[in-house]
């Protein structure tokens, strides 16, 4: 599945969430994955995130103009900011307000269940190009990608198993593979790439966002000049453990197939 943020744009209401991917029924426990926009100096207040069934993580993706996050504004509170690309985790179950800075911004929130643990910490980091340490591409595929985790598995308190930041550069390619127990979505900040879900193959650029579910495999090959910039987001089905099928194919003969509508 994928999704145009530019499209979704002139439909969308400001300092209301929009659902990316609209009727999704989650495998894992992952619970919201949607766009928020904000005018300048304009506010978000999240919804009750501690419920009798579950405690919420909240995170979110700013992939454009700058916010502030205010944690606990009733309790004790903290605060942080951070401009575009960049990401902000929140602590488990703790309300809090997002403000938008003087041009505005563009954030893609994502929830993700915790059945009622508490943890981690209020922070943000940057996607930064100049911190990605770069190796031999991984699942199968050709050439080289430069990837950092931002987070890992032990940063969140629910099954939220890792952001990413990651760059392919021209003839690079993420094999074409799977995950059990896994969903996982990429989010183009630029450049542009061939996407493979399943047997459909599309090329995709910034503001697209695609959505990979368990045991459906895919890849993305770079065949531009332009390095691809994105950032990969995965949730885990809890009390399992999941893993990562390398399919044996690195994407260079694949072409882009039209939609079937």
Request: proline share 6%.
């Amino acid at each position: 599945m994928i999704s145009d943020l530019d499209h979704i744009a002139s439909t969308t209401v400001n300092g209301k969430l929009q659902p990316l991917f609209p009727g999704m029924e989650w495998v894992t426990s992952w619970r919201g994955f949607d766009v928020l926009d904000l005018p300048a100096q304009g506010t978000y207040e999240s919804p009750s995130l501690d419920t009798d069934a579950f405690t919420m993580e909240a995170g979110y993706l700013v992939v454009g103009g700058a916010c502030a996050v205010l944690q606990d504004p009733e309790g004790s509170p903290q605060q942080i900011a951070i401009q575009a690309p960049g990401a902000i985790r929140c602590m488990a179950g703790a309300s809090h307000l997002v403000h938008a800075g003087p041009g505005g911004a563009r954030l893609l929130a994502i929830s993700v269940a915790t059945e009622g643990a508490e943890g981690g910490q209020l922070s943000a980091e940057p996607f930064a190009q100049d911190r990605l340490p770069w190796r031999d591409a991984i699942h199968g595929g050709g050439g080289r990608i430069g990837t950092r985790h931002l987070w890992r598995p032990e940063d969140f308190a629910s099954s939220w198993t890792f952001v990413d930041h990651a760059v392919l550069s021209e003839g690079s390619s993420l094999g074409c593979h799977y995950h059990d127990f896994l969903e996982e979505a990429f989010i183009v900040l630029s450049g542009r790439g061939w996407m493979t879900i399943a047997d459909q193959t599309t090329e995709i650029g910034a503001g697209n966002v695609t959505l990979q579910l368990a045991n459906v495999g895919h890849g993305l090959y770079n065949p531009f000049a332009e390095d691809l910039d994105f950032i990969r987001i995965a949730v885990a089905t809890p009390g399992e453990a999941f893993t990562t099928i390398d399919l044996d194919d690195d994407l260079r003969f694949r072409r882009p197939t039209e939609e079937t509508p």
